[in-house]
């Protein structure tokens, strides 16, 4: 069974950092591209940012610059370091897997970022 599990999310002020942990279980993640999605309030979930199998990364625009990917295989995690947070950042981050960045087929449950001052 696979399981994904999100943590590091929270409160933090404009202009902030946080660092996102996806820890998978019941998969070999090295094999397999993941990726961060945001459910903000009230709007539908959407692509952050994804790290393919290569190592090969990609970033929705506003995330661009602010926003580093990277995956440890060994651990079997794949991080998402989040800097200059706005308050547009705000919502659950979803990390995801699948034999490509454009098909997902696990998800996590979720962890919350909330950036407010």
């Known amino acids: 069974q696979v399981v994904l599990v999100e943590s590091g999310g929270g409160l933090v002020q404009p202009g902030g950092s946080l660092r996102l942990s996806c820890a998978a279980h019941g998969v070999a993640l090295e094999f397999y591209a993941v990726g961060w999605f945001r459910q903000a309030p009230g709007k539908e979930r959407e692509g952050v940012s994804c790290?393919?199998?290569?190592?090969?990364?990609n970033y929705e625009d506003s995330a661009k610059g602010r926003f580093t990917i990277s995956r440890d295989n060994g651990m079997r995690k794949v991080y998402l370091q989040m800097n200059s947070l706005k308050p547009e950042d705000t919502g659950v981050y979803y990390c995801?897997?699948?034999?490509?960045?454009?098909?997902?087929?696990?998800w996590g449950k979720g962890t919350l970022v909330t950036v407010s001052s």
């Open positions: 995801a897997t699948g034999w490509r960045c454009q098909a997902m087929d696990y």
């Open positions: 790290i393919d199998s290569d190592g090969n990364s």
